[in-house]
């Protein structure tokens, strides 16, 4: 855009909101105070009513405003989730999508794993090959794949009911 801008053949710059235009609010500030109006662009921004044809005091005095807080919203909510999901952690609760091979998901609470009997032994295997008879993980899986033990995606397609398609072998 900024390429075709300065090729002349852009002269209105038109976001849903400043958020949309950039998030860094000393670069957007720049853009808005000094590289679009050098090169005679409009910018506008339609949910925050920012034209600078306008010229008004809501544009000098509101859009650094909501700059800053366009910077620093994301990163609050990432920080959020991040010691949410910690505070969950630390708790014991299980917080992934998908529950590792071996194991499922507990159906009266989702953030306890219980152990899943159908393919439990298969894990059990895995740690014996691996730990009393040296199996490396190419060794385990050529194993498991000779005997067409399923993997978890089949597994998984397998448990949701779908058996309208046809479930590869491969390695784990």
Same mark, same amino acid.
């Given at each position: 855009?900024? *390429?075709?801008?300065?090729? &002349? $053949? ?25 590289? #679009? ?15 600078? /044809?306008?010229?008004?005091?809501? =544009? ?11 910077? =620093? ?6 920080? $959020? %989730?991040?010691?949410?999901?910690? @505070?969950?952690?630390?708790? &014991? ?5 998908? /529950?590792?091979?071996? =194991? ?6 989702? +953030?306890? #794993?219980?152990?899943? *009997?159908? %393919? ?9 090959? /691996?730990? =009393? +008879?040296?199996? &490396?993980?190419?060794? !385990? ?9 399923? @993997? ?10 779908? +058996? %309208?398609?046809? !479930?590869?072998? %491969? &390695?784990?």
């Amino acid at each position: 855009m900024m *390429e075709d801008t300065r090729n &002349g $053949k852009v002269n209105t710059i038109v976001v849903k909101d400043l958020s949309r235009f950039g998030r860094e609010h000393l670069q957007v500030w720049n853009f808005l105070q000094v590289v #679009l109006p050098e090169m005679r662009i409009r910018f506008i921004a339609i949910g925050d009513d920012v034209d600078s /044809a306008k010229g008004s005091l809501d =544009y000098d005095l509101m859009v650094p405003i909501k700059n800053i807080f366009n910077e =620093y919203y994301p990163a609050d909510c990432s920080r $959020k %989730t991040r010691q949410a999901l910690k @505070t969950k952690a630390e708790n &014991g609760e299980f917080i992934a999508a998908r /529950a590792p091979y071996g =194991y499922r998901k507990s159906k009266e609470d989702k +953030h306890i #794993l219980e152990i899943d *009997e159908q %393919t439990a032994p298969v894990v059990r295997e895995i740690f014996e090959l /691996a730990a =009393y +008879h040296s199996f &490396g993980y190419d060794k !385990i899986a050529r194993e498991l794949r000779a005997r067409k033990v399923l @993997t978890p995606p089949p597994i998984l397609h397998k448990a949701k009911g779908s +058996h %309208t398609q046809r !479930i590869r072998m %491969t &390695g784990i």
